[in-house]
């Protein structure tokens, strides 16, 4: 069974399980886990990359890019924080905990990610490392083989493959804009617009803004009828 790491300071752990709806309940709480939530965003998004770059030297820079995608998702995390029973950990306001925000996956992924942060924090990048090798390596296996022989026109982001026919077409990286923000703070609804020299190619909306992101960029594709 999955279990949490030990971590030295347990006031990380406590920022990383607590949710904004419980700070705004709780005042004498100084800050919530959103920040550790950005953190490690981009310390699982290197290691991630960093073991499957190591441990399957086969695949091409598409089938990599496909797979970490697949590892990092909403609702992968989302498993993953189920597994180490973060929904009951996580220090939540009464309305939120009324909405089922234990078992809601954005804010499970949330957690786990801001987890990760903190974990960082508290030790180093070769804990942290060893720790998402062990927990990831059974679910990296349960989807490499039809990864590897999935179409390759359809192995890359949606946000890559338009990223690819903006600089084609313009030689610019479009641009991604929050156009609008909904919901109560643990049931957030982004929209995102994607846009290229100003002009909005496409839209979609997300539980997360990479998510809604995502959504626009493959809305953009099929707006403009692109083969992928």
């Known amino acids: 069974m999955s279990e949490l790491p030990k971590f030295n300071n347990q006031s990380l752990l406590d920022q990383a399980l607590t949710h904004r709806s419980y700070v705004n309940e709780h005042p004498e709480i100084a800050e ?13 998004g290197f290691l991630i990359g960093d073991f499957l770059y190591k ?7 598409a089938q990599l890019t496909r797979m970490r995608s697949a590892l990092v998702e909403e609702k992968q995390l989302a498993t993953l924080a189920r597994e180490l029973k973060l929904g009951s950990k996580m220090r939540l306001g009464q309305g939120a905990i009324k909405d089922g925000a234990r078992d809601n996956p954005s804010l499970l992924c949330d957690t786990f990610e801001a987890m990760i942060g903190a974990y960082y924090l508290d030790s180093n990048i070769t804990s942290v490392r060893a720790y998402v090798k062990r927990l990831f390596t059974p679910v990296v296996k349960s989807i490499a083989l039809p990864q590897v022989d999935e179409n390759p026109k359809h192995l890359i982001d ?15 990286n479009p641009e991604y804009v929050i156009v609008k923000e909904s919901g109560p703070d643990h049931a957030k609804e982004f929209t995102a617009e994607v846009r290229v020299k100003g002009k909005v190619y496409g839209s979609g909306i997300g539980r997360r803004k990479q998510d809604a992101e995502k959504n626009a960029a493959e809305n953009a594709l099929k707006n403009l009828k692109v083969d992928g």
Request: aromatic fraction near 14%; proline fraction near 6%.
């Open 32 to 44: 919530d886990n959103e920040r550790l939530e950005f953190l490690g965003d981009a310390v699982l």
């Open 158 to 172: 949606p946000k890559n493959r338009f990223q690819q026919w903006s600089l084609d077409k313009f030689g610019k």
């Open 55 to 61: 441990n399957y030297p086969d695949m091409s820079e």
